[in-house]
């Protein structure tokens, strides 16, 4: 089931909390919503759930208006909020009893739907525990059951990973990317890292708007523009290989760090350079050792686009 986000527009007095946003999330994708905090990521996943009230634009889900089709299309949605809210004094099996049977599953059904959440959350030697005594980490696998009970067609996640250590991060990484084999996910952070290795394709918000949309490869390439390549030349004379590689038609821009050629070339045409810079080693004898592709930072890339 897909998301359509037309023209998004929401203002809390004079701030721009989202301000005029379109973007699609197709069914079976991953999409990482990424950006500062205070950028507009939760408000916007607010409305999209229709716990706000859009100011002005659309949200079509499954082609659906969220506006007119609330009720109908909010059991295809499961939620989990940045503060993932559990009653700490359930345990584990309760709660998610008491949460199915929210989500109207058949009575028939839900003991062995809670069993299928458990055992796919990694919740089965918690399962009698009071939530109150859970680790963090656990409390959001619950937090994961509870907005899955009902099989969503689409899952909605701010910040989940949000306060875990690296390896709970791990395991809920891995946890989001097996249930997105099936589902639409929309995915909030702020965390780098983990766009890059659970989404996609990443939506970058800033100030409310989005300044960025594409896979993390394709966004580092946006941002540098052009592509730069590591090179070493074995058996030239250092001013005579730098002023040949120089003059080459698709090289913007050449400089020597460490022994190293540091070659940027004309985004368009970067195999050409690959090409010419061989040709060139062949023509005079040269050893080409090493040419190794610089990616840019994800990092220099989000910073690049949210400073402002």
Known sequence: MDIVIENLSKNYGSQKAVDNISFKVKQGEILGFLGPNGAGKTTC???IINYL???KGEILIGGKSIKTHSAELKKYIGYLPEHNPLYLDMTVIDYLKYYGSLQDVKKSELQDRVKEMIIKCGLDKEKHKKIAELSKGYRQRVGLAQAIIHKPDILILDEPTTGLDPNQIVEIRNLIRELGKDKTVLFSTHILSEVEATCDRILIINNGRIVANGTA?????????????KTKILDGEKDSVFNSIHALDSVT???IDNGYYIVQSKSDIENA?????FNLCVKNNWVLSEMIPVETKFEDVFRTLTKN
């Open 45 to 47: 996943l607010k409305m």
């Open 53 to 55: 009230g859009a100011d």
């Open 217 to 229: 490869q394709s966004l580092r390439t946006q941002a540098s523009g052009n592509r730069v390549y």
């Open 253 to 255: 821009d050449l400089q």
């Open 273 to 277: 350079t690959n090409r010419e810079i």
